[in-house]
């Protein structure tokens, strides 16, 4: 495919669906990946599910008999973020899904990450623990409380090994500061406040305060009727503690500068492509909606994701992106029946590599997408269990549109629309990627020689 993507090679397949129960795909909704995050370093990676669980894989360390080889992920914690709630005031069913996962920089020996659900947020601290205190005086080793006329020696606690454990606990809750469902979290780079952010409101919150937040921004009209937009993804600037930017429904993206206002709904920059009237249809408003945005790694570019394509806009020119990548044209035809069965809503992510060179994003049967952003080549991959054994070098697809289809190629009346790749990650240094498949996470990594 590219320099330095050119064949990618699954290196792990994993699965963690534990089937329980009978949907038309063959797993229970709760087992749906709803989230894909790697850590600062890349040697973790968390994944969020429909079912409210966090699970956290760790990558080996190389082998000694094998140096040149990449140390494998493998599950390294499992715990319970969230659970279903009730909202009694508003008969409201709260879920469990875990809708983003964002990590913190690594300060100790601890890993802290952020979990969202729909309206509350945690703040976890994984650790380690491989030794345990023993020789207390006033308990004994079961930890039952002594009889102090038995204790005749003065005893000192001591440390022994033990089996390593993972923990997992909440450190802060974040909760009642939402009245709509949060789409995004980011985590601000002073490492000290992070933001979220719902359908009509962005919130601003310090790490240690969780009774309280600050409201950044607020576009809900004063009349319900008049409501033209909403809100569909916030980020943080990787640089600047000040700037952040965010998306809305009507395809358009705010930049918004912290030190100008206390509120922001006075954007600083204003980023929306005019609209080709030979293109207008019914659909059009449905399809502009922005799903995600994301910060390039250098700040100077932003990545928005729409239904049919992935746009690079440049921070100082708002009037139109410097690049726009198709990513799945193919499917303009199909617009009507994609409304009827509501993919046309699905919320696709999009993801840069570590250097920003290469843009990645998923489509329709277990399709993902590439870009290269210099060369101007793109490739479609396919993450599937049935061709993708470990080891396996991944054949690019293509999709025929009309006419004379070739032997390798699919049509676009085959695609399965239940298969979606909605969310992906990208090693934030090396070219390894986690691909989430309904209930199926895929890592690849490119040819190791």
């Known amino acids: 495919f590219l320099a330095g993507f050119g064949s990618l090679m699954q290196d792990v397949l994993w699965c963690f ?11 229970t909704e709760a087992d749906i990946i709803s989230t894909v995050e790697f850590n600062h370093t890349g040697e973790l990676l968390a994944t969020g599910d429909k079912g409210g669980r966090v699970v956290i894989f760790q990558r080996e360390q190389e082998s000694k008999n094998q140096p040149h080889r990449r140390g494998e992920y493998n599950v390294y914690s499992t715990f ?26 690594q300060q100790n020996a601890a890993y802290f990450l952020l979990s969202t659900n729909d309206k509350t947020v945690k703040l976890w601290k994984v650790s380690e623990r491989d030794k345990r205190p023993e020789g207390y005086n006033l308990k004994d080793e079961d930890g039952r409380l002594r009889d102090p006329s038995m204790i005749t020696v003065l005893r000192v606690p001591v440390l022994r090994p033990m089996d ?4 997992a606990t909440p450190r802060r809750v974040f909760a009642n500061a939402h009245t709509y469902h949060i789409n995004s979290i980011s985590v601000n780079s002073d490492y000290e406040t992070y933001m979220s952010a719902d359908d009509l409101r962005i919130n601003l919150w310090n790490f240690e305060i ?14 319900m009727e008049e409501l033209t937009e909403v809100i569909t993804a916030a980020e943080f600037h990787p640089h600047h503690c000040n700037t952040f930017v965010y998306s809305s429904s009507k395809g358009t993206i705010r930049l918004c500068d912290m030190r100008t206002a206390a509120l922001c709904d006075r954007h600083a920059k204003f980023f929306e492509e005019p609209e080709d009237p030979s293109n207008r249809s019914f659909f059009s408003e449905i399809i502009s909606s922005i799903s995600d945005v994301k910060f390039s790694h250098s700040g100077r570019y932003i990545m928005t994701r729409d239904y049919l394509t992935v ?7 708002e009037n139109r992106p410097i690049e726009t990548y198709q990513v799945h044209d193919y499917l303009r035809s199909k617009l009507c029946s994609l409304y009827e069965n509501d993919c046309i809503f699905d919320k696709f992510e ?14 329709y049967n277990n399709f993902f997408r590439m870009f290269d952003r210099n060369t101007k080549r ?18 690019p697809r293509k999709v025929c549109v009309g006419g004379k289809r070739r032997k390798d190629e699919i049509s676009v009346d085959s695609l399965d629309f239940s298969k979606k790749i909605l969310h992906t990650a990208w090693h934030p240094s090396e070219n390894i990627i986690a691909v989430a498949a ?12």
């Open 164 to 167: 390593l454990m993972v923990e």
């Open 210 to 223: 969780t009774n309280q937040s600050f409201n950044i921004v607020d576009i809900k009209p004063a009349n």
């Open 378 to 395: 793109d490739v479609t991959l396919e993450a599937s269990r049935e061709n993708s054994k470990p080891r396996a070098i991944l054949k």
């Open 17 to 27: 669906s534990q089937v329980k129960g009978t949907l038309d795909t063959g797993v």
């Open 438 to 449: 309904t209930n199926n996470l895929y890592i690849f990594q490119d040819k190791v020689n």
């Open 350 to 363: 999009c993801v840069w590599n570590g250097s920003d060179s290469v843009i990645m994003t998923g489509s």
């Open 311 to 317: 746009k690079v806009w440049d921070l100082n020119m």
């Open 80 to 105: 319970q973020s969230h659970e279903p709630e009730f909202d009694y005031l508003k008969s409201l069913e709260i879920e469990e899904k875990i809708n983003k996962i964002r990590w913190l920089p």
